[in-house]
């Protein structure tokens, strides 16, 4: 099969791969698989834990060519767990301690034609939906965990909160998509790209504004803030952001020093969550909620060639990449 495959820092090579054998699991022709941040990483050599050669890629949809669902459309959970523990056996799979993430060794990702997936981590695509929304389920998916965790955390409704998310990246952008579905009225987006402030205001549903610029929002005017970049300066922004009693959800994986005043946390009875990923029954809602279109219109994606990746990768390292998603197609 062909793959692009990473094989240093700044280095990915379109080339000829072995098949993936199904054994236990089921094969899966793949359809189109979209960049995620965490690839990036990868890419940038920011991640030692995953040393090259690599078959990247996690958000993906195609159609299984083995086993008894043979011929079906599917969205691939990216999450492999035991299934066994008490963890598991809770309905957090994603917590599990044995996980697995297809992308990353002993499983090669979805930059390929073909990707090998237990038969569990399926989720059949209804017809009514496009390969390409069905590939987004994933990080919807972490959007729609985040958010789920931030709503239970609120002390009021909501539709009547006022809410915070900063990155206007992929992530940022289905985080407030969710939140609109959710009845949210006031929702702003810190983003420091002016293109990209650009094409959220110019969109109408959110107001996007420069953290680092004159016009921000008042400190301790925001009920819930999430953060989809995570880094020093987004936490230092959420935390100045966030009202007394307030909720910060931390989801961005960006950076792991600094940021937080916990004396501020402690004396404002701030909450203060992590959010990682996603589990099974969200996905599956997520995916539901796609093909009922009741995220609004997705229009900040871009598809290109499986066989140009390194240039997509290339760009997207150098910021000359305009959309907040590209799209891989087999």
Not at 9 to 35: H, L, W, Y
Not at 75 to 84: E, K, L
Request: proline share 6%; with cysteine; hydrophobic share 40%.
């Amino acid at each position: 099969m062909k793959a692009l495959v990473y094989t240093g820092p700044k280095t990915m090579v379109f080339r000829d791969e072995p098949d993936p054998q199904a054994n236990e699991d089921v094969v899966v022709k793949v359809d189109v698989c979209g960049i995620c941040g965490s690839d990036m990483h990868v890419y940038l050599g920011h991640n030692p834990a995953q040393p090259p050669p690599e078959i990247l890629g996690h958000e993906a949809a195609g159609v299984v060519v083995s086993g008894d669902r043979r011929g079906q459309r599917v969205a691939i959970n990216p999450i492999v767990s035991c299934s066994d523990c008490d963890v598991c056996r809770s309905g957090r799979q994603h917590l599990c301690s044995q996980r697995q993430v297809i992308s990353r060794t002993p499983r090669p990702g979805a930059f390929a034609e073909l990707v090998r997936v237990p038969e569990r981590n399926l989720f059949a695509v209804p017809n009514t939906l496009t390969m390409e929304l069905a590939a987004l389920a994933e990080p919807f998916a972490v959007g729609y965990h985040a958010v789920n965790l931030g709503e239970r955390a609120l002390h009021a409704p909501l539709a009547a909160s006022s809410v915070a998310v900063i990155g206007g990246g992929p992530i940022g952008l289905v985080t407030a998509q969710i939140l609109g579905s959710r009845g949210t009225q006031n929702i702003l987006i810190a983003e420091t790209s002016a293109a990209r402030r650009a094409t959220i205001n110019a969109a109408g549903r959110f107001g996007a504004y420069d953290p680092l610029g004159d016009r921000r929002p008042p400190n301790g005017s925001v009920d819930l803030v999430v953060d989809a970049y995570g880094g020093k300066s987004s936490r230092e922004e959420a935390v100045r952001l966030v009202r007394l009693g307030g909720t910060i959800v931390h989801v961005g994986l960006a950076s792991a020093e600094g940021g937080i005043e916990y004396l501020q946390l402690t004396r404002g009875e701030i909450s203060l969550l992590g959010s990682f990923a996603y589990t099974p029954v969200e996905f599956r809602e997520t995916l539901a909620g796609l093909a009922s279109g009741i995220f609004g219109p997705i229009e900040w994606t871009e598809q290109r060639p499986l066989s140009e990746g390194a240039t997509a990768f290339s760009e997207l390292a150098a910021g000359k990449v305009a959309s907040a998603k590209i799209l891989l197609k087999m």
